[in-house]
């Protein structure tokens, strides 16, 4: 597996994930600023590791402090890395947990690497999981009405949006935790990446993943996702998620209300996978997620050359929100939540502090 | 408005639609493999243009023939010409046409040159009869639920796919003729664009033209427009079409479906517009209409710049086909037509022959 992440002793190394898949090109971050910025660009994304590596920002904010200095400048660092994006609960969730480790240095840096361990942990815990899940679909499975594709009947085929797997996290993924696993365990699987627009994290990052991991990938546009969805070739969509609210609205990566809409319309099942540091319970319904607006020249420009006309209009949310009622089920760490999901995030989440205690 | 294909006398003169919006190019198509490297390449095209278009390139096939050579030499043009792309109905429907115009070149440009001016009052037509219906959508328009959008209250808002303007047809374009057709008299409209992957034709060529044309155009991804949809941003979504079979099953450009999804989603109404040349009733139900498959680099590059792993599988399909229970209505030259298609559209194709006989 690729290292998206790792603690070099004195500084953050990231794998530039704006650089894929053209370039494979490591970059060290030695303070804080250095970090805000490389969430902020995207350098390192994903909602389980943009916690982590801000966690990582905070320990290289505080290491130089006095001890005098260090409650304060722990809280300063924490608030300002709170700024880099404002969609992902686990960036706060994590800088919370961080500033709980008060006033030790060497204890911060302790629960950033524990950050790391347990994320390990946990990806493969939502793997174990989710292809339990996955593998009663199949066994229940009906033929479908139109296999017109290519897809390897053999195979479990899976359709994911953006990227949310070992490129997000510091393990194995969320959603594609239950691929990773199954492969390992000599399972067939075979994966639709959405490219995911405007940025192309799938096409970018999901499909480089897969691709040097040895699973099967056909990278589709966007909008191609119901043509698929259609002929009967996608067993199942999987897909990451930002902020669990704790009626079961999901923010994540826009164009998954798309795919939760149409994969709702050709009764595919569509899950949601995440560690329960996502679920936000504070947060009562999808109205009440922050969406984070990006910049034009996203969506208008690829590379240096234009896309669209100079000075037409751009929306660019960089996150949706699918309503619970798309979701078939939420696959944690600590099992496989279905709806009601106001009773059983509450549930996924009362283990975690239990587990925790 | 913009000129897409002039005939100068001697060539048939095309603004090369690959280039833009950087750049305003003419390219100048003297013969019958030029006009088909110019359809298959997508310097020329849009259902209706690809039409007039191509009975052009017949016309520079067979204008240097001998009199004797003639019948064969426009049947062979004719044939070579339709194997330039398989989806709209349009092409084969112009190149009937002129094979009809049978032994004198003088009558097959004629013919051409008619098709030009048929067009425009055909996209005029279709802008009054979908103008009216805008405006009756208007009237009895409830006030919508959420409207957290800078779009103009005070404007028809309307979100488009691909490009269906006059950059499509030789005239004032078929989706976006209503809008031409109300600013000319006093009206606002406001247009979201789907910029339409993988090339883009939405924020290339739609808002481009909007612009030049002075409609305000706001340019998103194809995967944005069910969240805008949501906010209540949008009155009615209208679209193209490449082939309509007898049972209102509608190829359009991908991505198509996917919208019609999320429109009736969250019931926004979702209208066709099209000429009925794009009508082809011996084609039953959309399950019929062939769909081109396009090169991989489409989706995997842009400019020279890839976006994707080398070697990784694409899946491409140019169109895709919504089914008519998901249209809300068909706006032609000759009229509205809505549910049952069956009989709407026959009714609408028995008035074309009738106009002809």
Redesign the interface.
Known sequence: MLQPLTWTGHAVRLLDQTRL??QTVYVEIFDERQMHDAIRRLVVRGAPLIGIAAAFGVYLGVKDATPEQLSTRLREVADYLATSRPTAVNLFWALDRIKRMGTSKERILRECLEMIEEDNRICRAIGEHGLKLLQQLHAGAKPTADRRSAAPASSRNILTHCNAGGLATAGYGTALAPIYLGRERGEKFHV?A?????L?QG??IT??EL?ENGV?????????????L?QGKVDACIVGADRIAANGDTANK??T???A??A??FNVPFYVAAPTSTIDLPTKTGADIPIEQRAAEE??E??D?????????????AF?VTPAALITAIITEHGVAIPPFERSLAEMCKTRMENRG
Chains 1, 2 share one sequence.
């Open positions: 898949p053209r639709y959405d490219e995911t627009r405007p192309l096409s970018r499909a480089y691709k099967p990938v056909t990278v589709i546009c966007d909008n191609m996702a119901p043509v698929v259609s826009i164009g209300l798309a795919l809409i149409a709702r319309h969506v208008a690829f590379g050359r234009p896309t669209a006309p100079d000075g037409v209009d751009i929306y660019n949310p949706d």
